[in-house]
């Protein structure tokens, strides 16, 4: 059976690539003493994609957004280091997830970078769970950068392998600058 690994991709983030011959592995089950013959069954990764928009921060001053696509089995944590490359952030503050009627809302459901819920809980279950609700992530709690996530239209496809996943296979408008240099403003 074909082993699922997490590696770096070339541009130095995480990757997810499957080891094997395919983007999929295969379960192997036997059970003579059961009358049950040996059979394979061929179990494919899915990815998801999402289109991520910058709708607020400190130094916000142009729109953003990218088509990122994700495995669906991968956790929230992953989905956080794949916008921050995405965008050239540093990873160096506090996040959330919110699925909720706005980012505010007091009725909101917040995945927070401290909880172990970040690392349980994957794309899909966000995304499924978030149904006639948005999804925003919110980085660094004082400069407030705020996204908005959205599903595409395109349902999950078969991983290809190989691609080094998650991926930004579109981008829109320039990135922020996290911390811009003072003395070129």
Request: glycine share 6%; hydrophobic share 35%.
């Amino acid at each position: 059976m074909s082993a699922n690994k997490k590696i770096m991709s070339p541009a130095g983030g995480l990757g997810h690539k499957h080891a094997g011959s395919a983007s999929q592995f295969s379960l192997r089950v036997c059970a003579p003493y059961l009358g049950v013959r040996c059979h394979e069954e061929v179990l494919a990764f899915m990815i998801q994609t999402l289109e991520i928009e910058l709708l607020e921060g400190i130094y916000f001053d142009q729109p953003w957004s990218c088509t990122l696509e994700i495995p669906v089995d991968h956790s929230l944590e992953e989905l956080h280091l794949a916008i921050q490359n995405a965008v050239d952030f540093e990873n160096d503050h506090l996040y959330e997830f919110i699925v909720g009627n706005s980012a505010r809302s007091r009725s909101s459901i917040n995945f927070d970078c401290q909880s172990d819920e970040i690392y349980e809980t994957s794309v899909e279950k966000l995304l499924e769970g978030s149904k006639g609700k948005k999804v925003f992530y919110y980085f660094d709690f004082g400069d407030s950068w705020l996204f908005q996530i959205k599903k595409s239209r395109k349902k999950p496809v078969e991983e290809n392998p190989d691609t080094f996943y998650p991926k930004v296979v579109s981008e829109n408008g320039k990135k922020p600058i996290q911390y811009p240099d003072w003395d070129e403003m």
